[in-house]
């Protein structure tokens, strides 16, 4: 191998082993350390991170990069050598233009003003956290103008998530989508009494929630070899190499669905980072695309597939098996509706399918609204309240279930929130391509084999780790940019047979 190259991706690795080991870390944190660990932690980690962001801005690494790219000599544009000098000098470049006083502002003022949103939250006191909220959107405006951009200011923001994504090009996605949704909710909220989930709100066992979590976990395709699965309050996935990947649930010894879905979806997080392939497992290459993509995946295995009739075909009788005395007299028909119950919520996180992007874009919404100063950070709750009212038809009784319900803000985080959607929208158009390619797939799930299409998903997108942006990956894999057609008609086909809307 050329010697700069090899020099560069020898540093390049070292970062890398750094990000892994504070991955480490912060798993442990969430799964294992008491509370008393949390000083020591938070210098730990504090280190790590510094050490780990030098050697990734130092010149050094800049002046690898020069050299190594005239190593290259006209080798493919998608070769990992040539993907890695475009992703990492992305990466140094975008983290020079932020200066470190800027940095070190933002994360003193994620502190502050995550403190200041628990109190407000729990006192419903929405004045108390303007101030933080108004300084989040100013610190914002700043990155922003230091990174740079062509449409409008919230791009710069949502490329940080969603490398190369356009504002104008999601904006227009969610317009189309909304149209559809708002009318969809309506029509679902007169036939509400179609469908019901109190047998899912029953006494199930937690330990045999577990167990049966995991079994439809490993049929799908996660490697409990290469992974495992633990505790928390908020669960998430995390991965030390592709070899090692951690992901977490929690239980509710009277509600089947929380464990169940949240173990589904972290195991499609995981699936992803299991499926990175050999040769970029290890380097700046060797994780998902961007939060979207990865996204897709938790969205994908949790929903289409692991709330699909076909899927239940083959594993409701096992569940009955599992829980004899709660589902055994329950049909599959009335346990596939209470899987799928649309029910218009105050709380993002506890929304259905066809709510939940409503949730999203009405944050979108307000984020570019606030950064661009078109509503002013005081009329907030009252805008927070009225799209409420117009997307889902219900009105939050106070700000705390309004405004202040998410962290996101507090932490400085704008931009992120439509990920979310950019997600479950993709899961949509994934799917339909893969089932262009193997018609058989439903088939396949029915009989309790996803092989097919997990294998499609890793040829298709996992392997490629980070080497394209999302919408190259997305139109490399299906044909097309990212689209909400599949979506619509996914939603519409399943909610409108459930909520008999199609007749
Ligand atoms: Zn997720």
């Not at 998608?78 to 992703?87: F, G, K, N, Q, T």
């Not at 904006?171 to 708002?182: C, T």
């Not at 995390?238 to 589904?264: A, M």
Request: hydrophobic share 40%; charged share 25%; net charge negative.
């Amino acid at each position: 191998m050329a010697e700069s190259m090899s020099r560069l991706k020898e540093r390049l690795n070292d970062v890398s082993r750094l990000q892994q080991a504070l991955a480490v870390l912060g798993w442990d944190q969430q799964v294992y350390m008491p509370p008393g660990g949390a000083e020591s932690r938070a210098e730990q980690i504090g280190t790590l991170d510094r050490m780990a962001h030098e050697m990734l801005i130092a010149d050094e690494t800049g002046e690898l990069i020069e050299a190594a790219r005239s190593e290259l000599n006209g080798s493919a544009p998608d070769s990992d050598e040539a993907s890695l000098i475009r992703v990492v000098n992305r990466d140094y470049e975008q983290s020079k233009k932020i200066p470190a006083e800027l940095v070190r502002e933002m994360s003193q003022h994620a502190v502050l003003a995550q403190q200041a949103w628990v109190k407000a939250r729990a006192e419903n006191d929405f004045a108390a956290f303007a101030p933080y909220l108004s300084k989040t959107i100013d610190l914002s405006r700043r990155v922003a103008d230091y990174l740079g951009y062509e449409g409008e200011r919230y791009d710069a923001l949502l490329d940080l998530f969603e490398p190369g994504m356009k504002t104008a090009h999601v904006a227009a996605i969610f317009a189309d989508l909304k149209a559809e949704l708002v009318p969809l909710v309506a029509a679902i909220a007169e036939r509400a009494d179609r469908v019901s989930d109190a047998v899912v709100h029953q006494s199930f066992d937690e330990a045999k929630q577990e167990e049966f979590g995991k079994a439809m976990a490993a049929a799908f395709g996660f490697d409990f070899t290469r992974g495992r699965l633990d505790r928390t309050v908020h669960p998430f996935a995390t991965g030390f190499s592709r070899n090692d990947v951690r992901i977490t649930t929690r239980y509710d010894p009277n509600f089947l669905n929380p464990s169940l879905f949240s173990t589904l979806h972290e195991a499609g997080h995981g699936m992803y980072e299991q499926g990175i392939g050999e040769t970029l497992d290890g380097t700046m290459l060797g994780n998902g695309a961007s939060l979207g993509v990865h996204e897709s995946q938790s969205r994908l295995w949790e929903n289409i597939v692991g709330r699909g009739r076909d899927t239940w075909q083959h594993f409701y009788p096992r569940l009955q098996e599992t829980f004899p005395e709660q589902l055994g007299n329950v049909d599959l028909d009335t346990f596939y509706g209470a899987i799928n119950r649309v029910h218009p919520s105050l709380i993002r996180v506890e929304a259905d399918e066809v709510t939940y992007n409503l949730h999203i874009m009405l944050r979108f919404e307000m984020e570019r609204e606030l950064l661009d100063g078109k509503l002013a950070v005081e009329d907030a709750p009252e805008a927070w309240n009225e799209k409420m009212r117009a997307y889902l038809g219900i009105t939050p009784p106070n700000d705390a279930e309004g405004v202040l319900q998410d962290v996101h803000w507090s932490g400085g985080m704008m931009g992120y929130f439509p990920t979310y959607s950019i997600g479950t929208i993709l899961s949509a158009q994934l799917f339909d391509a893969a089932m262009r390619a193997h018609p058989n797939i439903p088939e396949e799930m029915r009989s309790g084999r996803f092989d097919t299409l997990h294998g499609w998903l890793v040829e298709n997108v996992y392997r490629h780790g980070r080497k394209f942006e999302p919408n190259e990956l997305i139109t490399r894999a299906t044909g097309e940019p990212l689209q909400s057609r599949s979506y619509v008609v996914y939603l519409k086909g399943k909610f409108g047979e459930l909520y008999g809307l199609n007749s």
